[in-house]
């Protein structure tokens, strides 16, 4: 059995910290890298670092955090947002990311995990998924959750997994920041669908819905910023709440 990963997310804006609810209405909480060395103190087991303002500006910006944060934490963590070419996944590994995610542009050009993932490894190349519910089922969502494509969320997932993906970080855009517990029929759906890890991501409120996920669907991994960025809990106490729900952590 392979142990469950907790893993905090922190979106990236104007190089601090922000949050925000179904991906609006964002507000700011703090310097990256010093978040960063706090997650790893308190036992993350990876980090998640989403550049939400990929201007060209803001690409110089995140790779010189990067490399700070490739000093500053000793955990592995993945960088994604404004990742466009191969060129940008070359300059943020290289900057000292150990998996660099990709979303919009992945979808646009699916070439660009197959190019990546031959080029790098797929264990490196991280596939985010933003999906919302219709009518007939999950759509993939892009441009931080506003644009619908209406692609089928399940079936691009098998897909990006064929192209040379390793792992596929899930995002319900219904569930996040709401703090009433991940989307379990989106994350089982799409754990059934791919032989790939799966991070599951949106609607952490409190560490028994990181157990819920871990005991009713499948899922390698669950992420959240909110629970933790706002110093409600500790990633030490997620780990604690989860063991004692029989859940097999992953031990720091």
């Not at 098998?158 to 517990?181: H, N, R």
């Not at 089982?188 to 952490?204: E, L, T, Y």
Request: charged share 25%; proline share 3%; aromatic share 6%.
């Amino acid at each position: 059995m392979i142990a469950k990963r907790i893993i905090p997310c922190l979106d990236v804006k104007n190089n601090q910290v922000v949050k925000g609810t179904n991906f609006v209405g964002l507000r700011e909480l703090g310097d990256p890298i010093e978040m960063a060395k706090g997650y790893s103190e308190q036992g993350a087991d990876e980090i998640v670092f989403l550049d939400i303002s990929a201007t060209n500006e803001a690409r110089q910006t995140i790779t010189e955090m990067v490399k700070k944060c490739a000093v500053n934490i000793h955990v592995p963590f993945t960088v994604g947002g404004g990742v466009r070419t191969i060129d940008d996944v070359t300059r943020l590994l290289q900057a000292g990311a150990d998996k660099v995610g990709m979303n919009s542009a992945a979808v646009v050009n699916p070439d660009l995990i197959k190019q990546s993932s031959e080029r790098f490894g797929n264990q490196c190349i991280v596939v985010a998924i933003d999906a919302k519910k219709f009518e007939d089922g999950w759509h993939v969502m892009t441009h931080g959750g506003s644009k619908d494509t209406g692609i089928d969320a399940i079936k691009w997932a098998k897909q990006a997994e064929t192209f040379g993906a390793g792992e596929i970080l899930l995002t319900s855009v219904d569930a996040d920041g709401v703090k009433t517990g991940f989307d379990l029929p989106l994350t089982q759906a799409v754990v059934d669908a791919v032989r790939i890890p799966v991070i599951a991501s949106g609607g952490v409120g409190h560490p028994d819905h990181f157990a819920e996920v871990f005991k009713k669907t499948d899922v390698s991994a669950g992420l959240a910023a909110s629970i933790f960025h706002e110093n409600t809990y500790t990633v030490n106490e997620v780990k604690e709440v989860c063991k004692r729900e029989g859940v097999f952590i992953r031990e720091t």
